[in-house]
């Protein structure tokens, strides 16, 4: 089968690899539609220190159809249309039970705790092989399977996968509340996308931290008031913003790309402490000093290299709350799903690319190297499976939302209930006896 795999850093090619096959009962074998590479991906691909093996099939973020079934899979069959969750999860242990599926001792196992096994990733984080492939293995199908209803198009699906499934995780993780002022820092696709969930969940100003013209104008066009970090201090700024109070919840949503928003031309200038901090440091520097007292900092999003500089000291001073993790993808993926079935994430804000998968080399280079204005890459293994027109999908949501008010709203309760799990449930206490 065709697929896409890391050649060098920086650098992708296609490939002929091996066919899948079941190697456990609860494994599915998906036909992949369509497949993206997300902020995620491009850290393991471009950074020479992630770790990730030449030759492994990258790419987190894809739908399909299920292909084939292990004999423990009884919630999915031959083509069903799926979207995969881009960590695996068991479904079974007591993390996964108390809805911490990205803690998941079974596929954390033997890894200390390391974070969730991930597709297209290094041995650290799992090493399975990625989803830019004709067809891909998923572990714990039952779980890391979700089935997608007819309305979702394949763009909308990837988009979702991922970006907006973190969005509103991060939302809920820097516990914003009506009213709340909320600063985002980095603005690429999470950024944006947590922008809305920000919104969306009741705040009443979201600021939005970049130093990309084009990143800070979707923000904008989505309803955040923009700060161009390359060109002014994002923390005195935010002081003067918010009559000198500071914002109530801050969300790093740099990921990977940090340069986006802490450049090394910028960092010296604009750190509050003037230090040389590496951009990851600056951002949460920044994150942390725009807060106002008992504020809240939420992280989220891939780190590495050497460790980050929390200042503990401020965080004492304002009595600030500080909550980190990975996307529990089962519990918000389907959350997600039913908001844009209620009209109320606008999934095309973020725009979408597609490439032929034979095109993959190139298409990298050109996004890794800002040659084009692609906000998201995605692959299509076959040319005639063109995903249905978003705009067209759109259209057919409402058409089917203005039909049946009555079932959208009880969805949409749903879907804004808080679904984030109890901060410890009592069952975590003692993990080891599972
Ligand atoms: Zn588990």
Redesign the pocket.
Known sequence: MQAIVFDSPGRLATREMPEPSLLHASDAIVDIQLAAIGGTDRHFIDDPHAGLTPGTIVGREAVGLVRETGRDVRNLSGGDRVVICPAI?????V??RAGY?AQ????DAGRQASGPALFGAPETLGGLPGLCAERARVPYAHTTLVRLPDEISNAEAVMLADIWSSAWFTAHLAEIRQGDTVAVFGCGPLGQATVACALLRGASRVFAVDRHEDRLARARALGAEVIHSGEESPVAVLRDLTDGIGVDRAIDAAGSDLSATAGSDTQQTACPDGSAEQPRQSVQLWAMDALAKAGTLALTGLWSGPGASVPIALAVARNLTIRAGFCHYRIYLPKVIELCLAGRIDVSAIPLHTEPMANAAEAYQQLDQHQRPWSKLAFQPAPTEQPAARTDTTSNTNTKADADAAAESAQLDDALEDSFPASDPPSIARPGDH
Do not use: I, R
């Not at 999860?89 to 242990?93: F, I, Q, S, V």
């Not at 998941?104 to 596929?107: D, G, L, R, S, V």
């Open positions: 999860a068991c479904g079974n242990c993390y996964c599926h998941c001792n079974a596929t």
